[in-house]
C-alpha cells in the first residue's frame, strides 16, 4: 500500500485514522483495529466483513454521486482501507464552535437533511448518523463511516438513522434549539425537489413522509419504554 502518513486523526475502538498522501494525493488511511476481547480468528474475520461491506457501500454511493469519499484503496488481511481526503469540518466541531451563527447552523442542518434523505432514496441506511460522521465544508456535506451502512426496504432502520441523529442533537447540543426540526425540514425539501423515490431493483424504499412518521412513533416509544 502506497499510503505515506502524516497525521494521525483519530484513534477509536475500531479504526485507527491517518492522514496522508496516496500517490501525491491528499488520502486518509482507515486501519481497523483488533479487539482483544474477540478471539484473534473471528475478530479477523468480522474486522474484513466490515471493511468489505464499508467499501462496497461506499463505491456503490460514489458511482450514484452521492457526497461521500472515493475509495483509492483495499488490503483486507491488512484491514486497511484508503480513501479521498475530504475538506470540511466535522459537525460536531461546528456546532460546538462559538462562533457559529444561528442562521448559519440553521442552512447546514437543513442540508444535513437534505444529504441524509439523498441517502436514503439509494435505498440505504447509515447506521451512525453521528455529528462526527458529517464533514461540513461550506455549503457542501459530506457523509463518511460507513461501517454499520446496509441496504434496506422497511422503513423502521431509516427511522432509526434519524432518531440517533435527534437523540445526539438534543443530549449534546441542546443550545442549538429545535435543530432536528431544521433536519427533518431539508430531509423533506429533498424529498418534494425530487419527486417520488423510483422503484429499484430490490424494492420501494420508503417515501420521507413515511420515514418521517416512523420517527415520531420511535420517539414515543422511547419515552414510554426508555
Ligand atoms: N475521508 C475522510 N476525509 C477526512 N477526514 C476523515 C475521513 N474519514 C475519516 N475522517 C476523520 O477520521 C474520523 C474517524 O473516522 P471514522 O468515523 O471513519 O472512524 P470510526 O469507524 O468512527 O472509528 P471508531 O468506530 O473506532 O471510532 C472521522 O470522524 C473524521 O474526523
Ligand atoms: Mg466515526
Known amino acids: 500500500?502506497?499510503?505515506?502518513?502524516?497525521?494521525?486523526?483519530?484513534?477509536?475502538?475500531?479504526?485507527?485514522?491517518?492522514?496522508?498522501?496516496?500517490?501525491?494525493?491528499?488520502?486518509?488511511?482507515?486501519?481497523?483495529?483488533?479487539?482483544?476481547?474477540?478471539?484473534?480468528?473471528?475478530?479477523?474475520?468480522l474486522g474484513t466483513r466490515r471493511m468489505t461491506s464499508e467499501a462496497r457501500l461506499l463505491i456503490r454511493l460514489r458511482r450514484s454521486g452521492l457526497p461521500v469519499p472515493a475509495v483509492w484503496d483495499l488490503d483486507m488481511e491488512g484491514g486497511q482501507m484508503v480513501l479521498e481526503h475530504l475538506p470540511g469540518t466535522p459537525l460536531i466541531d461546528v456546532l460546538n464552535d462559538s462562533s457559529s451563527t444561528q442562521s448559519n447552523v440553521n442552512q447546514i442542518l437543513h442540508s444535513v437533511g437534505a444529504t441524509v434523505r439523498l441517502?436514503?432514496?439509494e435505498a440505504?441506511?447509515?447506521?451512525?448518523?453521528?455529528?462526527?460522521?458529517?464533514?461540513?465544508?461550506?455549503?457542501?456535506?459530506?457523509?463518511?463511516?460507513?461501517?454499520?451502512?446496509?441496504?434496506?426496504?422497511?422503513?423502521?432502520?431509516f427511522g432509526i438513522d434519524l432518531h440517533v441523529l435527534d437523540e445526539i442533537l438534543g443530549a449534546s447540543h441542546p443550545q442549538w434549539e429545535g435543530a432536528i426540526d431544521r433536519v427533518v425540514q431539508g430531509y423533506r425539501a429533498a424529498e418534494e425537489q425530487l419527486g417520488t423515490t423510483p422503484t429499484l431493483r430490490g424494492g420501494r424504499v420508503p417515501s420521507a413522509e413515511e420515514v418521517l412518521r416512523r420517527l415520531e412513533e420511535i420517539r414515543t416509544r422511547v419515552r414510554y419504554h426508555g
Open 124 to 157: 440505504m441506511t447509515h447506521g451512525d448518523l453521528s455529528t462526527n460522521n458529517m464533514l461540513i465544508d461550506g455549503p457542501k456535506v459530506y457523509l463518511i463511516d460507513f461501517g454499520l451502512a446496509a441496504i434496506d426496504y422497511e422503513v423502521e432502520r
Open 119 to 121: 441517502l436514503h432514496r
Open 1 to 45: 500500500m502506497v499510503f505515506i502518513e502524516q497525521q494521525r486523526l483519530h484513534l477509536g475502538a475500531e479504526a485507527d485514522v491517518w492522514s496522508g498522501t496516496w500517490f501525491g494525493r491528499p488520502a486518509v488511511r482507515k486501519q481497523r483495529r483488533p479487539r482483544s476481547w474477540r478471539h484473534p480468528d473471528l475478530d479477523h474475520r
